[in-house]
């Protein structure tokens, strides 16, 4: 089975933004609904301190809860585990805004409709590679299949110990290396 | 911040709309002359509810737009959201029957004020465990949160139809020492379970603390202590309180009025201001 995931690599990333503009050209978005938010942290300790930068998203939670709230089941997980909002279900009404941990959902201001990263799914599968992934600049960002032991995705998660970002909140499909 | 005023106002008249409803069921059977207040609690029921589901729809942008999505509604049992909606739909035409017949002077089948009844308390604790359940606020995700919102609707539908009561019925309104008793002792229950809710959450998590201190000490403190506090618990239980449980007396006077009225206002503005207040001041937990 296919299980689809993404690993995101904070040592590479260099706080670019290009993703985030990417996903919004590519998700037909306005510059104030982003699908991809920007952590800067403080880490370290003095003299050696720098800032960490720290891209969240949808993390296409295993029983997300987002999903679970959803009165009017639009939004659904597909069976390759990446977790859709279903357009012309969705009322508007928020719960999900409320439910996510990660404070992923946006709501889309021209339709109301609460939308979410969606791996770029066109409709039948997911973007080849989605646009975040597609244009970093420093190769951050790694996508594949999560149950292909072979895969990239697969191979960095072990290689560079990579975690979701908040290991105790939710069964998250975006890895971490930080 | 997720939701705001639209859905306090919907929050606060759909328990108000519960309240009313358990009021004229009370009233009516201890109370059988108080025709004029049992009236009023049936009328208030289901305008309060249905002013509440507008803002409701409106507040949901996408469905407002495609009003054939609200249907969709009832698809996830799982969600509290979806149960709420299966207890508006058995209470709302309940309570628009009730009052279509107390329009007609016609008598209200005791089973239907039952069904009722269990359909009130059903979708006040709804607009409780709404909030109570979603984790990521430790404000909404307490056992505390549901019982508040139950005894605040209760108090709050009995202070609506009270007040219409006391202005159109009075003398009989001031004979009534059970519902008047009854108020009294809510505001003091709902008084313990803030101050409760309030510790528990505090000591819970950091983002509980914030969220305490933000209605305490913080930005929400003016509207809290003043708002909340005084005017919805503090000064009705006084009003109310002192010719109930000190003077026993029947009061007459125009003062007496004035500032009876003072104190039902008072309890319907407490009762929106803890929604609204419950609904700004909480912070998520911190996942970075």
Known sequence: ?178 | MVWGPLIAWYLFLAGASAGAFLTAAFVEKKYPDSVKMRVAGRLIAPIFLGIGLIMLMIDAEAGLHNPLRFFFLVMNPGSVMTLGVYFICVFMPVALAEAVLELMHRRVPSWLTWVGIVFAFAVAAYTGFLLGVVQTFPLWNNAILPILFVVSALSAGLAATSMVGLLVDRTRFEHMWLVKKTHVILSAIELVVLFTMLVIVSSGSLEGAASVASLVTGQYAPAFWGGLVLLGLVAPFMIEGYPVFITKKVETSMTSLVVSVIGEAGVLVGGFLLRLLVIMAALPVAFL
């Open chain 1, 1 to 178: 089975m296919t299980r689809y995931g993404m690993l995101i690599n904070t040592k590479k990333c260099v706080g670019c933004f290009a993703c985030r503009l990417a996903c919004q050209m590519r998700n037909h978005l306005e510059p104030e609904e982003t699908f991809i938010k920007f952590h800067t942290l403080e880490q370290g300790e003095y003299p050696s301190v720098y800032a960490e930068v720290v891209p969240t998203q949808c993390m296409h939670c295993v029983d997300a809860p987002c999903q679970s709230v959803c009165p009017t089941k639009a939004t659904y997980t597909t069976d390759s585990g990446v977790v859709l909002v279903d357009e012309s279900r969705c009322i508007g009404c928020k719960y999900c805004m409320a439910a996510c941990p990660y404070g992923a959902r946006v709501q889309i201001e021209a339709t109301g409709v609460i939308e979410k990263c969606r791996f770029c799914w066109d409709g039948e599968d997911v973007g080849n590679p989605p646009s975040c992934v597609g244009t970093c600049i420093s190769g951050a960002r790694t996508f594949g299949d999560l149950d292909d032991p072979g895969s990239d995705i697969s191979r960095e998660i072990v290689s560079l110990n990579a975690r979701p970002i908040a290991g105790n909140l939710t069964d998250s499909k975006i890895f971490y290396v930080r």
